[in-house]
């Protein structure tokens, strides 16, 4: 039982990552394969205070490593979007990389050991199902803002921008601080997960954070059909739930490990030849 | 006459391609002013320093009198400096209702706070756009297109929509790169009209065309460039009968 909450939980907080991941890159245009470093932010920021000052409450915790995860995107985007789009790929990879390290050289953030001794907020039996009730709660307050962003008068300026930016900007629209905006709202969604993370895992590592995670969740929104409201929440629910209906197999770890791998692999390629839009994706998306 | 744009001294090369060569140009209120001159001869150069895409090496620009040097291309659209663009650049991905809806330059329902906070101004706002869309579309004959994809529209049915998506701005400056390039039959008379009546609306319009005869049907004077100069500023009649020019644009 505390097994299966752990997966619906560990999907909630991948729904949250994929969900925002795709406003930024599907929806914003933004190419930025640092999204799982705001969610390191988010956990880290959260974990460390609640390591560090046990009687501050979870939920200011986890809103304030929210808010570091913005703040750290807009000094990403500020100073990488200002040259030109395609500067973003390369900068947030550096930024990624180059956060990480910082965190695996710190003391205080528990160096490449991870930050473990997390306190616990909820106890008893009920803790899982609890921790399972807000990170739910959690993910569809997310899909459901996505939502409210993409469609309407905002959703239509986010569409135009991404088709002509040029002829956007010369209509009178501040195409910068659009970007910046919504790689913000995305980047602090993420950041929320990872205090979510954080509390109820009670441990982070810097090594689960790394390129393999943002690897992990391009797949999901991709699998899921990028620029959609609910394909990266399927695309969350399939990868999480694949790896454990194969792990029902009882096949040995030599193999389960390679497994895996290979299934991606095989997911991702197969979508892109036969369905790039996605599962939920109608259309092929020109971006 | 209401002086609407003056341009002083205004100076741009790109290494040694001079494309605006001490530059000097006034449009007034209810004026269609025709920009001619051979490919290469920095019209849509002048267009894109006006409207803020590039910024000038030197000289001055005036949008009713008030100097706009440091305004980005954003701020100069809000102020009431409106283009359109040779490729049109329409929003692809967009229906035809949802490209104009991009034009105007108060735009509430692109606020997130607003969206939040103020959902009766947002739609009340919205409705009044799609309104003045609608009727803009009506002007042109193309309401029926409203709902389409804008990339199924037949090419001179997109050039309109590059205009009507631009007279949603409402601004006092009409800049038209090339509307005519590729428009014949009625999308041509109804391209003469709506730009005739945004003129004796008040706007200032300034159009650069190859087709001379739109030229000579719309505007009340022409100018001249060739590799970044002003070569003769006039009425369209005396530009076409001068015999440098001649030799120059036709090569005859």
Redesign the interface.
Known sequence: MDYLVTIAISIAIYTILAASYNLVLGYGGLSTVAHPIFFAVGAYTAGLLAVNYPESPAIANVVAGMAAAMVASVLLAASSLRVSGDYLLIASLGFQLGLLQLIKNLEFTGGPGGLSAIPSTIVGPMRGPAFLAICGLAAAACVFIIRAIVNGPYGRAISAMRDEELAFTALGRNAMSMKIVIFAIGCGMAGGAGGLYAYYFQYVSPDQFDVLASAAILTMVVLGGMGTVYGPVVGAILLLAIPQAITFLQLPPAIMAPMQGIIFTLLVLAFLFLRPAGIVGTKGRPI | MTEILRVEGLQKRFGGIVVSDNVHLTIGAGEILGLIGPNGAGKTSLFNLI?G?LRPDAGSIYLRGQKIDNAP???R??MGIA?T?QNM??????TVM??L???P?D?P????VR?TFGRAH?RSA?AAMKGRAMSILARMGLEQTAGSAVVDLPFGQQKLIGLA??L??DGDLLLLDEPMAGVEGAAYETMQRVVRQEAEAGRAVCVVEHNVSFIRDLCSRGIFMAQGKILQDGTVEELISSAVLTELYFGV
């Open positions: 409207s895409v291309l954003y701020k659209a809000r283009r663009w650049l329409l929003f692809r991905t967009m949802d490209n809806l991009v034009g330059r735009y329902g692109e606020s997130i969206l947002v919205e998506r631009t949603m701005n």
